[in-house]
């Protein structure tokens, strides 16, 4: 079973960047859209941006678009999210996940697609 590990995350001000790294333990992840998802305090998980397996589909939440950047280095089965001008709304625990089918060409927003979430990372956004 692939084991997820978020990384990256911490404490920036508002318009900073951070870059949030996903690994993988396994080599089989590189057949699977991998989402990325937060959630705030006293918020439901919500979506923010999912690549597809190939990193040829990339689907981002409308709060997050042209600020997020998602991509993925199947060579070192790692996916990235980008955050560039960060606010403090983006302030949340991020997670990722994979898709539970393989080889999905249109990726999926829907949280419920997903499994082998990873422990999460903090992100912190001060005004």
Known sequence: ???LVESGGGLVQAG???????AA?????RNYAVGWFRQAPGKEREFVSAVSSTG????????????????RNNAKNTVY????SLKPEDTAVYYCAADRRPYRVVVTTTSGEYGNWGQG???????
């Open 1 to 3: 079973q692939v084991q």
């Open 56 to 71: 040829a589909d990339t689907k981002y939440a409308d709060s997050v678009k042209g600020r997020f950047t998602i991509s």
């Open 16 to 22: 900073g960047s951070l870059r949030l790294s996903c």
């Open 81 to 84: 999210l980008q955050m560039n």
């Open 25 to 29: 333990s396994e080599r089989t992840f």
């Open 121 to 127: 990372t903090q992100v912190s956004v001060s005004s």
